[in-house]
């Protein structure tokens, strides 16, 4: 299978303390991968280490092929990053929004590509309206469509469905594994089990390090545990000891 991701060693310090500390991650092409972890054990320091946002202080590797110390500028044209809440203008119209994405990339024939993105989200008639007014379902299918604009191979999407009602949600999850159909590789971070149980695969970290991968049921299984929520507390009580 090839790899979409593919690093080792991912380590990251800030003011001397490693908050990221050797992670090994590898997600093939086309899968769904869940990046679960408690509050601040270093999930979204790795998504933007794997995008190119920030320098890694060790560790080596590849994003789409691309290395991910000396090609970031590459990764960064390939990858549609979703930051926590998802990094929409509110101040700007829903059009705005998606032109600036579009500007950012330099996409050939933008105002086309944005009428076909209001299309699609089926806000043509409401692109006037300011982003910051949507409701969190709306906002959260602009975010998804703005960081799908110029095509990505490999989505890193961060806590996306924070604050979405749970029929959002599920629209949200058929739409990921649409994209998944069609070769996109995901790799998302949640606090929702019943999104875990939807990846086809899930990297478990606390403290900055790996503590399980494999399918839900290969992390169940691994942890001795009944379901997904018993693993995750189990591995946690399992590593405070030696990383607390
Ligand atoms: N720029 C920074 N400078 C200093 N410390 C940082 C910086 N960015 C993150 N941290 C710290 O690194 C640790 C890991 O943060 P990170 O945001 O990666 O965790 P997370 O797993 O995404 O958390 P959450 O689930 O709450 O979003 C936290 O203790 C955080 O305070």
Redesign the pocket.
Known sequence: MTQAIEVTGLTKR??G?T??DGIDLTVGQGRICGFL????????????MLCGLLKPDAGEGRCLGHDIRREAALIKRQVGYMT?RFGLYDDLSIRENLDFVARLFELPGRRAAVDAALDRLGLASRQKQLAGSLSGGWKQRLALTACLLHGPRLLLL??PTAGVDPKARREFWDEIHRLAADGITVLV?T?YMDEAERCHELCY?AY?QLLAKGTAAEVVAEAGATDLEDAFVRLVDRAKDNFA
Do not use: A, L, M
């Open positions: 800030f003011d303390r908050v990221v972890g408690p509050n601040g054990s270093g999930k979204t320091t790795t998504i933007r926590q961060d806590e971070s606090h970290i900055g």
